[in-house]
């Protein structure tokens, strides 16, 4: 089954604590993402990335760093938490980028990583 | 600035009627998307439309690029369709994309 797999699904962690939020897909795609979506802001770009080793900012990287060392993973890293960081998670993937790949766009979402830090 | 509004924010409506939702976007966005997410918080990709129009169903979407505007129209709403759609483009010139705030849908029976 075409997935786009995170873990944790809910996680509380206390300020300063490093944490690391997986994301796995095995559609073989290309562009995979990162998003956090906080009432009424709906949903925020952290970092997204073209390929292995391709990475860049969204609107608002700070505080989180990401890798692509393979093609289907893209963790999000949590170096020092804070509790504005306080949100629900979403990685994504999609071939090549909505744009750029197959007709449909279509960008597969995990299933949310819900993350609470006191 | 680059923008991506929604509008309404809030709807309401009985089982049966239809809706149109709609989507602004700035000069700097491009290849829109609408998204639901359903009550349970997953989200799925309903339309990926650049220009023109598309149909799913009782869902259809129409962008309209030299305007800056996207509508997704639910016909015969059923409680399913409850939930936030989103719509989301992509900053020109980059890879980068810009969600809406989202219209959230409520479908009483």
């Known amino acids: 089954e075409a997935q786009v797999t995170q873990n944790p699904r809910y996680l509380i962690t206390v300020t300063g604590k490093k944490l690391t939020v997986t994301c796995s897909q095995n559609m073989n795609h290309e562009y995979m993402s990162w998003y956090r979506q906080d009432p009424g802001l709906g949903l925020r770009q952290i970092y997204y990335s073209m390929n292995v080793e391709v990475t860049d900012k969204g609107d608002v990287p700070e505080g989180y760093k990401v890798s692509r060392k393979e093609k289907r993973n893209f963790p999000l890293i949590l170096e020092s938490p804070s509790p504005n960081q306080t949100s629900l998670y979403f990685c994504a993937s999609s071939p090549l980028g909505p744009w750029r790949g197959s007709d449909t766009g279509e960008l597969f979402f995990g299933e949310g990583s819900r993350l609470t830090v006191l | 600035g680059i923008q991506v509004e929604q509008s309404p924010p809030d709807l309401i409506l009985q089982e049966g009627a239809n809706s149109t939702l709609r989507c602004n976007f700035s000069?700097?966005?491009?290849?829109l998307q609408w998204f639901h997410q359903n009550p349970w918080g997953q989200l799925i990709n309903l339309f990926y439309?650049?220009?023109g129009t598309k149909q799913n169903g009782r869902l259809s979407a129409t962008t309209v690029a030299t305007e800056r505007y996207s509508l997704l129209y639910i016909s015969s709403s059923q409680t399913t369709d409850s939930g936030v759609y989103f719509c989301a483009g992509r900053v020109d010139n980059t890879d980068k994309l810009i969600f809406g705030t989202g219209t959230r849908l409520q479908v009483f029976p």
């Open positions: 439309i650049p220009s």
């Open positions: 000069d700097s966005v491009n290849n």
